[in-house]
Nanobody
Framework: QVQLVESGGGLVQPGGSRRLSCAAS????????MAWYRQAPGNQRDLVAK???????NDADSVKGRFTISRDNAKNTVYLKMNSLKPEDTAVYYC?????????WGQGTQVTVSS
């Protein structure tokens, strides 16, 4: 299993930017599909963006053109660059790794978009 630690959350004003990082331990990072999910209070956990081992990405419609997922295999890290943030982006953001049938989750990092 992969251990995942997110960082970069915090308070940001509407229209602002933030970059989340997820550091992974374990040699299987390179072979894992990585993703970011988010969960707002009272809501289910939803996929935000996904990146495969080959670098192909898939973004939720709500973040297309604003958020970018990327990965650095040399650093065992996946990033989520968030631009033009809106209050409705407020949520706990979770890092996710899939390797075969093994699914790993980080502890989450809070992002609050508010003036």
């Amino acid at each position: 299993q992969v251990q995942l630690v997110e960082s970069g959350g915090g308070l940001v004003q509407p229209g602002g930017s933030r970059r989340l990082s997820c550091a992974a331990s374990g040699r299987i990072f390179t072979f894992s599909t990585m993703a970011w999910y988010r969960q707002a209070p009272g809501n289910q956990r939803d996929l935000v963006a996904k990146i495969t081992t080959g670098g192909n990405t898939n973004d939720a419609d709500s973040v297309k053109g604003r958020f970018t997922i990327s990965r650095d295999n040399a650093k065992n890290t996946v990033y989520l660059k968030m631009n033009s943030l809106k209050p409705e982006d407020t949520a706990v953001y979770y890092c996710n790794a899939i390797f075969g049938v093994t699914v790993s989750w980080g502890q989450g990092t809070q992002v609050t978009v508010s003036s």
